[in-house]
């Protein structure tokens, strides 16, 4: 049976040996935290910013699938990036059908503006 002193040790060198492997890493929880905080806002941000161009567009009766394909562009590298990092193919699949749309959309757009 192993005592209180020595579960207390075992801990110590446990969560020493994570922060060392934090610092080896280079990475700060926290850092990380905050940018990925701030980059979901900016991205909701960006993307209201781009459905008001888009209804401007559709008010003034000019073609609008420019700002569509951007936004499922980065859908679509977004998916690709994630099954590169992680093999689940379920990112392959959503960056395939939204590089898919994106395509469908900027084909559609180049039409209506020739």
């Not at 929880?29 to 459905?51: C, P, Q, R, W, Y």
């Not at 392959?92 to 503006?113: D, E, H, P, R, S």
Request: proline share 1%; charged share 20%.
């Amino acid at each position: 049976m192993t005592s209180k002193l020595g579960e207390k040790g075992m801990e110590q060198m446990q969560r020493d040996e994570l922060l060392q492997k934090y610092r080896n890493e280079r990475q700060d929880e926290g850092k990380d935290h905050v940018n990925d905080s701030t980059d979901a806002k900016a991205f909701s941000g960006m993307l209201i910013f781009a459905v008001l161009i888009i209804v401007y567009q559709v008010y003034k009766d000019v073609p609008f699938g420019d700002v569509t394909a951007l936004l499922f562009s980065f859908l679509a590298f977004g998916g690709f990036y994630r099954y590169h990092a992680t093999k689940a193919k379920h990112f392959l699949l959503m960056g395939v059908l939204n590089a898919a749309i994106c395509i469908g959309f900027i084909v559609w757009y180049v039409i209506q503006t020739l």
